[in-house]
């Protein structure tokens, strides 16, 4: 068996769609604001050494979720994106500041993935740093790229404290120079107004840490931000102590719910007969991943019957594990669908599948 070419990623139409979907928001007088990395749109780039396009991150008021939709429906019409999604994966608290809504873009050929997510507050363990309005609060017009973004002095509280975050999980993540450049070149900018809004949420202990940063200590930067965020929970609970505990019993069912009851991704039983069969599955799969359909896939160990850790969290990042089937039990027949092009629509379709359909090409309904 040859493999054919998988198509590769093609920005031009990608970078379209980017500009038209803003174009609609600010003509539609949708009132929300791009969070970060808005620096070169409508081009989009996962960083300055990735081929992927990145997600766009986006704050809408709540009271303007209809004319989004339909604002977000027509850009997939008009750009001819073969299918449209709402994801409702991280909507499973009770409490609106935990939501996040995604908005998945599909194109078969050439493959091209783009998501949207919407977010309603920035939150530090489970609780509103900055909520949905404030971070509407201050938002800044951008002529240049025709569209409209937070306030730096939020976008850049935010990037304090995710550069916690990302440092805690992997200290070596290409994320924590970039966005650590960014947050000193705007302290040293601004850091009288700035200052003002780290201790008015973080005390003097988040001006430390930045001080930290600045001087390349990221061990002192760490010890600073775990106790500015003990002060800001704590500061947090004082303020609203009903609402405090009810906010973290949402967040841990919702991280259940997340990771082993309800998730994003699945397993996929694929019936690949041949040796060929499976290398074939495998490279349309690195190809998907490649392209941002998926974070990342697994292959699940040949015996095993119980989810480990591991696949979980694939899963719960909407990624698929793949498990070897039977044909009679397969959701997937490599040996009916062997070139790269049908093999790649139909696990599309598997991923589309988990969620609610905006907008369809009529030819790709057809396919399907």
Not at 331 to 348: F, G, K, P, Q, Y
Request: overall charge positive.
């Amino acid at each position: 068996m040859t493999h054919p070419q998988i198509d590769r990623y093609d920005p031009t139409a990608m970078e379209a769609s980017v500009a038209r979907l803003f174009r609609e928001l600010e003509q539609r007088k949708v009132r929300y604001a791009m969070l970060r990395n808005y620096e070169c749109l409508p081009e989009l780039r996962r960083d300055t050494h990735a081929d992927q396009p990145t997600d766009i991150d986006l704050v809408v008021d709540s009271r303007d979720m209809r004319i989004w939709r339909e604002a977000v429906t027509e850009v997939a019409e008009q750009g001819g994106w073969d299918t449209l999604v709402e994801c409702d994966h991280w909507t499973q608290s009770q409490v609106r500041h935990h939501h996040i809504e995604a908005f998945h873009f599909y194109r078969l050929s050439p493959p091209q993935f783009l998501q949207i997510d919407l977010f309603h507050s920035y939150l530090v363990c489970g609780l509103p740093l900055v909520d949905e309005r404030e971070m509407l609060e201050g938002r800044i017009y951008d002529a240049d790229r025709n569209l409209t973004r937070i306030d730096p002095l939020k976008e850049n509280l935010h990037r304090l404290s995710l550069l916690y975050t990302v440092l805690c999980d992997n200290p070596k993540a290409v994320k924590v120079s970039r966005d650590g450049e960014k947050l000193v070149r705007f302290w040293k900018s601004e850091q009288e107004r700035f200052g003002r809004v780290v201790r008015a949420h973080f005390s003097v202990l988040g001006v430390q840490a930045i001080q930290a940063l600045e001087q390349g200590d990221l061990p002192r930067f760490l010890r600073k931000m775990r106790w500015a965020r003990v002060y800001f929970l704590m500061k947090f609970a004082l303020s609203h102590p009903l609402r405090t505990p009810w906010y973290g019993l949402c967040r841990t069912r919702e991280n259940r719910l997340r990771f082993l009851t309800r998730q994003c991704g699945r397993v996929v039983r694929v019936y690949a007969p041949k040796g060929e069969h499976r290398r074939l599955l495998r490279e349309v799969m690195d190809d998907l991943a490649r392209n941002n359909f998926v974070d990342e896939w697994k292959e699940r160990a040949a015996g095993s019957w119980k989810l480990g850790p591991d696949e979980r969290a694939v899963m719960e990042q909407g990624g698929l594990v793949i498990q070897w089937s039977d044909r009679e039990k397969a959701h997937i027949d490599v040996a009916s669908n062997c070139s790269a092009e049908a093999l790649r629509a139909r696990v599309v379709r598997v991923l589309v599948e988990r969620h609610e359909i905006l907008s369809v090409r009529p030819a790709a309904a057809a396919t399907a």
